[in-house]
């Protein structure tokens, strides 16, 4: 999707749970998990009925982003059952980033889950899905090379900047952002070749100084931006502000004391802390997240060839998690039935109960065990192709069957 696009549709951490009580409101969807990063917006959910939760999520995204459907309907997509679980496996897996094998939305991955558990809107189905969704991410970089090099967009970011200007010996640069991303930003500059001295800028003082000291780099006061803006040669900035933090007129200023030096920016959050209008003043480029996808896209041809390892991984994942998810799906109406089958045997046993009070306790044992024995061989059959069909369109027709049958 256009980052024009995605920027409204963005749902920021102090956001997150607006909107996933929002979507949890609806009379349709059961579960539901919010993935947004600086890559995607992607709404997880267990609908009641399909139609109508798509209906209800689609309208949720018309309503938080201010557009209208015909603006981003042509750039969404959507997925039901085996291949949502597969997108969620793929994303997991880094097979899905602007990066091959990028590791950052691992931890996105969960970080969505975790948020989602922590407002209550998430449930047994999710909750399953996106513990295995890791754990299929981790084994995909545990067992493949796909993880090798350059594989995360803060290293990304820098390694852009160094193609762009040749190198980054002797280069000063500015970090706007001191949060997880600037964070990485800044350990990809330190473990850059001959990299120049780095400027840490962040809202919140105590943040510059730690990152800063991390990283071996200076603070500078929010406010002493313009100075800053004078010193730099490159500019990486990652905020998660919602509004624009950089303006044209705040680089316009300091040009003219520049003395004609240019200024390279590169801005990887969603929604962008620059102006775009910047890019267009003389000097002065500006790189954002479709640039730095087209750069991805050039320099991951060396772990393409780990692709079908991975994908294969995640056929078994997927797998595994249908297996599980069929079993705990099928389990209760098994336990029912035989929950009903044991309540008649005891039923008649006790009506029968004045008939075999007179019988001695072995007797009795074989009563007993004859009865449980007709039950268990009477269920057995059942049991055994209930299980066989679980997930499929006949097995659900077999246990509508056997609720109606049964009055389970």
């Known amino acids: 999707m256009p980052l024009a696009l995605l920027e409204p549709m963005t749902v920021l951490p102090a956001r997150l749970p607006k909107a996933l009580h929002e979507l949890s409101r609806s009379d349709h969807?059961?579960?539901?998990?919010?993935?947004?990063?600086?890559?995607?917006?992607?709404?997880?959910?267990?609908?009641?009925?399909?139609?109508?939760?798509?209906?209800?999520?689609?309208?949720?995204?018309?309503?938080?982003?201010?557009?209208?459907?015909?603006?981003?309907?042509?750039?969404?997509?959507?997925?039901?059952?085996?291949?949502?679980?597969?997108?969620?496996?793929?994303?997991?897996?880094?097979?899905?980033?602007?990066?091959?094998?990028?590791?950052?939305?691992?931890?996105?991955?969960?970080?969505?889950?975790?948020?989602?558990?922590?407002?209550?809107?998430?449930?047994?189905?999710?909750?399953?899905?996106?513990?295995?969704?890791?754990?299929?991410?981790?084994?995909?970089?545990?067992?493949?090379?796909?993880?090798?090099?350059?594989?995360?967009?803060?290293?990304?970011?820098?390694?852009?900047?160094?193609?762009?200007?040749?190198?980054?010996?002797?280069?000063?640069?500015?970090?706007v952002g001191a949060g997880e991303m600037g964070e990485a930003m800044a350990t990809a500059l330190s473990a850059a070749p001959a990299a120049g001295p780095v400027l840490v800028a962040n809202r919140t003082w105590d943040r510059a100084t730690a990152l800063a000291s991390r990283c071996g780099g200076q603070a500078v006061q929010w406010g002493s931006l313009p100075e800053a803006f004078h010193a730099a040669d490159v500019l990486l900035t990652s905020t998660g502000s919602p509004d624009v933090l950089i303006e044209a007129d705040d680089i316009e200023a300091v040009l003219l004391a520049r003395g004609g030096r240019p200024l390279l920016i590169v801005d990887i959050a969603v929604p962008r802390d620059v102006d775009p209008a910047v890019g267009s003043l003389p000097g002065v480029t500006v790189l954002d997240m479709d640039d730095l996808k087209r750069f991805a896209e050039d320099a991951m041809a060396g772990r393409r060839q780990e692709v079908p390892a991975a994908e294969r991984i995640v056929a078994e994942e997927i797998e595994r998690y249908m297996e599980v998810a069929t079993q705990r799906e099928m389990a209760p109406v098994v336990a029912v039935l035989h929950e009903r089958a044991e309540a008649i045997r005891q039923s008649e046993l006790a009506r029968l109960e004045s008939r075999l009070a007179g019988l001695d306790p072995r007797s009795r044992r074989a009563v007993e065990t004859l009865t449980r024995g007709i039950v268990a061989k009477l269920l057995h059959e059942p049991t055994v192709n209930l299980k066989a069909a679980a997930g499929s369109p006949g097995g659900e027709q077999m246990a509508r069957a056997l609720r109606q049958l049964f009055d389970l």
């Open 29 to 175: 969807v059961a579960e539901v998990v919010v993935v947004s990063t600086c890559m995607r917006t992607e709404i997880y959910a267990v609908a009641n009925r399909y139609h109508n939760a798509m209906n209800d999520i689609r309208e949720f995204i018309g309503r938080w982003s201010g557009l209208p459907p015909e603006a981003w309907s042509d750039h969404a997509y959507s997925y039901h059952d085996d291949a949502a679980i597969r997108h969620l496996f793929r994303v997991a897996a880094g097979l899905d980033s602007a990066v091959l094998g990028e590791g950052e939305i691992l931890r996105q991955v969960r970080t969505a889950w975790e948020a989602a558990h922590a407002e209550e809107v998430d449930g047994p189905i999710l909750a399953h899905l996106f513990r295995l969704a890791a754990e299929t991410g981790k084994r995909v970089r545990n067992e493949t090379q796909i993880a090798q090099g350059t594989t995360s967009l803060s290293q990304a970011a820098v390694a852009m900047a160094a193609e762009r200007l040749g190198s980054l010996a002797g280069r000063t640069t500015l970090l």
